[in-house]
């Protein structure tokens, strides 16, 4: 985005992603974003089947949720003279255009931070890597003056993740992600799906009575506030017919301006300044 690739709202939309995939990851309560670090060390190259459980390598998105909390702080202590650009700098450039690698530790994050901002950093960052609960995980967002919402619309970069996928993406509402074909990619651990005993690989055949396709299954959704959804599905050579207990609609996350705030994520944004 800063470096003109994509638009702004592009961008805003890939964080809504971000954001939404962190926010349901309930698998924080005995993994902690600090531990996910370690997934490369035995999970890599091997398949995961409960994601919101096992919550594999997310200080991917999580990490986006962190360090844009983390520039909103910087922005907000120094009136917008510095930002997370000016920690970048001093903890990346010591040495310009050399090609030596030069490691760094966590008292050397912590330093570079203090020297554009002064504050307990560390103590913030040790919260945020070891903790089992959600709090403060989105503030970052509302810090640069933006909450994440839900709509029954999805936006263009949640249509494309959808084309990349290869599925259609219903995590935010029923809990699963499933095929053109009817068969079942993932489930929300807990999840509606889950509880009504939908499992991976399963093959949805129909939907409140109809075949099954997406629309069919999509317009149940939508219409679950006033008629029961009934999905008939196969898994195992045993066929079965649940009940999914959800009464909402479809939900897809996106980004909204939180009004009378200063737009600091747009800041963010901005193009770089040569």
């Not at 035995?42 to 390598?57: K, L, M, N, S, T």
């Not at 008939?232 to 999914?244: D, K, L, P, S």
């Amino acid at each position: 985005m800063r470096a003109g690739l994509r638009t702004q709202q592009d961008t805003l939309d890939q964080i809504a992603l971000d954001a939404a995939t962190a926010a349901r990851r309930i698998g924080r309560s005995w993994k902690s974003l600090q531990d996910s670090t370690n997934d490369p060390l035995f999970v890599a190259g091997h398949p995961i089947d409960w994601h919101d459980w096992q919550r594999r390598e997310d200080y991917y998105p999580e990490g986006v949720m962190l360090w844009l909390d983390i520039d909103g702080r910087i922005r907000q202590q120094t009136g917008g003279k510095k930002s997370l650009d000016d920690v970048a700098r001093g903890l990346f450039g010591i040495h310009d255009g050399s090609r030596v690698t030069v490691t760094y530790t966590f008292a050397d994050v912590c330093a570079a931070l203090d020297h554009v901002a002064p504050g307990d950093w560390a103590t913030l960052l040790r919260q945020r890597l070891d903790r089992h609960d959600d709090r403060g995980l989105l503030d970052g967002l509302t810090r640069g003056g933006y909450r994440l919402v839900y709509t029954d619309t999805p936006t263009e970069a949640f249509r494309q993740a959808e084309l990349d996928g290869g599925a259609i993406d219903l995590s935010d509402s029923i809990g699963l992600t499933v095929t053109p074909a009817g068969i079942v990619r993932s489930v929300a651990w807990h999840g509606p799906a889950f509880v009504a005993g939908i499992t991976l690989g399963a093959r949805l055949v129909s939907v409140n009575g109809k075949p099954y396709d997406p629309e069919a299954l999509k317009a149940a959704i939508q219409a679950s506030t006033t008629t029961p959804l009934d999905v008939a599905c196969e898994a195992n050579g045993r066929a079965q017919t649940v009940r999914i207990d959800y009464r909402g609609t479809l939900r897809y996350p996106r980004l909204v301006r939180i009004a009378g705030t200063p737009d600091l994520l747009g800041q963010l944004l901005a193009p770089l300044r040569r």
